[in-house]
């Protein structure tokens, strides 16, 4: 019994390793198209915090798809 549900997670483990690549660009495609809004009426300061923010969570994204691929491989 052991071994069956230790190969069967083993086997779940590989086919979610070889699909990260996949299901990251899924979530990513998913939300650039929630963040496709057009706000009118910004100043020039409004645009440089947007600015950060979508870099602090490009990093962010990357760091968590990172430490995916590390605890699975």
Known sequence: MNDE????IERC???L????????NIEQTLEDQKE???VTGLELHH???MADEVAET????RAESNLMRRKIG
Do not use: P, R, T
């Open 36 to 38: 496709d809004e057009i």
């Open 13 to 15: 483990l590989k086919i």
């Open 17 to 24: 390793e070889e699909n990260i690549d996949i299901l990251n």
């Open 47 to 49: 645009l440089y915090d």
């Open 58 to 61: 490009a990093k962010l994204k």
């Open 5 to 8: 549900l230790s190969d069967q």
